[in-house]
């Protein structure tokens, strides 16, 4: 019986491990062309299993200020390319709040604080971003 527990526990313990986020300047799709940021669905508070579950990328000189709507107030971690900047706005048609990201990772957008008592967790609704 303890056997099984432990092998249960081990089995969720392994969900979602796997998940780390990239260096910013290895940032590249399947096909070797520049990414200019990357928007994950899922972080983490053990920020090397941050960057998790599915991606959107930016490219360069992408302008959406209307994210798909299955993304929409669904980013919670992201990573921003050498020489890039992702400008990001909390409601669609570039309206709300505003946070402008440099180059780097965003382990975990909860951190990230907006307005008074507010983060950017689930809450990017528009995109720009620059190389
Ligand atoms: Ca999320």
Known sequence: ??????????????????????????????????ICARMFEDSNYYYEQSCGGEYIDAYPNDDVPI???????????????????????????KNGSKRKFSSGIVYRLKDVQQGLLGSWENDISAYYCVC
């Open 1 to 34: 019986m303890k056997v099984v527990s432990a092998l249960l526990l081990c089995a969720l313990c392994f969900l979602g491990l796997d998940a780390q986020c990239p260096e910013p300047n290895t940032l590249k799709d399947a096909e070797g062309k520049k």
């Open 67 to 93: 994210i798909p709507w299955r993304w929409n107030n669904r980013i919670s971690s992201l990573v921003v390319n050498k020489m890039c900047s992702l400008t990001v706005w909390s409601r669609v048609k």
